[in-house]
């Protein structure tokens, strides 16, 4: 099992460096991906994935904007399944797909069997996403699944979901537009059983920093051992602003049609926290 990068404190910069490739989250590493399922499935907060009752709402709500059943879909960036799960129940026809070989294998497990013809779960990477022999009818990219790319690729990765679709298909995208800190840093320790970084006892320490000039948030956690030997970790977004949203979304080969207050009803607007897109492929 590969052991977490360790780190020198005197080594450490005081700003994280957004995308920083020596620090950032290896969301398909078998060690991390398994204690990644068990916060994405944890009831008691909202971090990898949200609660049931909120999933089965967004579900509702999802079902208002995707076309009718048995219409095909794509996950992208499923997790554990909790969205693929219901919408498959619901009757479409879904396909999730995640680099999380331990996510992967739980949707896999937990697939109802009255919808095992049309549900099944791949393990793959978003930015390498091959075009499906037949395209779907739409995708869904949930909780943030973009904003991990940093600006430059995220056009790409939605030209890649563009390429999977039919025509005229529909691809409905959650986007956050500011993390839930002020600019600046925020620090703070814990002392844990387990983290994302180890399942032993540690001292875990963390900080948020949220460059507005760069659109730019990162998580950056720190694992301090018994033994005096530290390891860490970060995530990194590039959170697109309110007004780049189109031209984003038409780089990336798609139109924006409609653009959400969150889950709700209402317009989206530059004082939204989060916004749900919703594109159409374009010709
Ligand atoms: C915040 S979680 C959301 C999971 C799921 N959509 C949900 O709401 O329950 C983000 C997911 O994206 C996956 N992910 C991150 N980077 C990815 C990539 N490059 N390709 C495929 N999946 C990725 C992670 O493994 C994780 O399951």
Same mark, same amino acid.
């Given at each position: 099992?590969?052991?977490?990068?360790?780190?020198?404190?005197?080594?450490?910069?005081?700003?994280?460096?957004?995308?920083?490739?020596?620090?950032?989250?290896?969301?398909?590493?078998?060690?991390?991906?398994?204690?990644?399922?068990?916060?994405?499935?944890?009831?008691?907060? *909202?971090?990898?994935?949200?609660?049931?009752?909120?999933?089965?709402?967004?579900?509702?709500?999802?079902?208002?904007?995707?076309?009718?059943?048995?219409?095909?879909?794509?996950? =992208?960036?499923?997790?554990?399944?909790?969205?693929?799960?219901?919408?498959?129940? =619901?009757?479409?026809?879904? %396909?999730?797909?995640?680099?999380?070989?331990?996510?992967?294998?739980?949707?896999?497990?937990?697939?109802?069997?009255? %919808?095992?013809?049309?549900?099944?779960?791949?393990?793959?990477?978003?930015?390498?996403?091959?075009?499906?022999?037949?395209?779907?009818?739409?995708?869904?990219?949930?909780?943030?699944?973009?904003?991990?790319?940093? =600006?430059?690729?995220?056009?790409?990765?939605?030209?890649?979901?563009?390429?999977?679709l039919g025509p005229g298909g529909i691809a409905i995208v959650e986007?956050?537009?500011?993390?839930?800190?002020?600019?600046?840093?925020?620090?703070?320790?814990?002392?844990? *059983?387990?983290?994302?970084?180890?399942?032993?006892?540690?001292?875990?320490?963390?900080?948020? %920093?949220?460059?507005?000039?760069?659109?730019?948030?990162?998580?950056?956690?720190? =694992?301090?051992?018994? *033994?005096?030997?530290?390891?860490?970790?970060?995530?990194?977004?590039?959170?697109?602003?309110?007004?780049?949203?189109?031209?984003?979304?038409?780089?990336?080969?798609?139109?924006?049609?409609?653009?959400?207050?969150?889950?709700?009803?209402?317009?989206?607007?530059?004082?939204?926290?989060?916004?749900?897109?919703?594109?159409?492929?374009?010709?």
């Amino acid at each position: 099992m590969p052991r977490a990068p360790r780190i020198r404190p005197s080594a450490l910069s005081e700003w994280p460096v957004p995308f920083d490739p020596a620090w950032e989250l290896d969301w398909s590493r078998p060690d991390y991906g398994r204690r990644l399922l068990r916060e994405h499935l944890d009831q008691s907060h *909202d971090g990898a994935s949200r609660r049931l009752a909120l999933v089965d709402q967004h579900v509702r709500r999802l079902r208002k904007l995707l076309p009718s059943p048995p219409a095909t879909l794509l996950d =992208a960036g499923s997790g554990p399944g909790l969205y693929a799960t219901r919408l498959a129940v =619901a009757g479409f026809d879904v %396909t999730g797909i995640d680099v999380n070989p331990a996510a992967i294998r739980h949707a896999r497990a937990e697939a109802p069997k009255d %919808t095992r013809g049309r549900l099944r779960f791949h393990r793959a990477e978003l930015a390498a996403l091959e075009p499906p022999p037949t395209p779907y009818d739409a995708a869904i990219l949930v909780y943030y699944v973009l904003e991990a790319f940093p =600006a430059r690729e995220q056009p790409r990765v939605l030209r890649r979901i563009a390429a999977s679709l039919g025509p005229g298909g529909i691809a409905i995208v959650e986007m956050r537009l500011r993390p839930d800190q002020l600019p600046g840093r925020i620090c703070w320790w814990d002392i844990v *059983d387990s983290s994302v970084l180890s399942d032993r006892r540690h001292l875990l320490l963390g900080d948020g %920093t949220y460059d507005r000039a760069r659109n730019t948030y990162v998580l950056r956690e720190i =694992a301090v051992f018994d *033994d005096g030997t530290a390891a860490g970790q970060q995530t990194s977004a590039w959170l697109c602003p309110f007004d780049r949203i189109p031209s984003l979304f038409r780089r990336g080969g798609l139109e924006v049609t409609e653009v959400f207050d969150g889950w709700s009803s209402d317009r989206g607007n530059q004082l939204s926290e989060s916004v749900i897109v919703v594109s159409r492929r374009l010709p």
